[in-house]
């Protein structure tokens, strides 16, 4: 079972800036995929960006495209994202989300981790 903790949520006005942290319990390359998602109040959770374990590859939902930037540093097993030019729509809680597949009974299989969640705010 692989524990993800998040840190780094807060209150900052439009425009400014946060960096979120995702530790693993396990190293990352033990993973095949790392990902944010964000729940804002009365909607569904929503799918933000991911990362390979090695940090070769990012991808971005549209709307925060140019805005927030994933890295990685292995030897922490510890994802960030970077997230600036906050607006108001942005305010919701942030979760860390690590996927693991694998091959069972002759099937592809996935697990999927989740952390407990950051509270992000963006208000003036």
């Known amino acids: 079972q692989v524990q993800l903790v998040e840190s780094g949520g807060g209150l900052v006005q439009p425009g400014g800036s946060l960096r979120l942290s995702c530790t693993s319990s396990e190293s990352l390359y033990s993973l095949n995929l790392m990902g944010w998602f964000r729940q804002a109040p009365g909607k569904q959770r929503e799918y933000v960006a991911w990362i390979l374990p090695d940090a070769s590859t990012t991808n971005y939902t549209d709307s925060v495209k140019g805005r927030f930037t994933l890295s990685s540093d292995n030897a922490k097993n510890t994802v960030y994202l970077q997230m600036n030019s906050l607006k108001p729509e942005d305010t919701a809680v942030y979760y860390c989300?690590?996927?693991?597949?694998?091959?069972?009974?002759?099937?592809?299989?996935?697990?999927?981790?989740w952390g407990q969640g950051t509270q992000v705010s963006v208000s003036s």
């Open positions: 989300n690590a996927l693991r597949a694998y091959y069972s009974g002759g099937y592809l299989k996935r697990d999927d981790y």
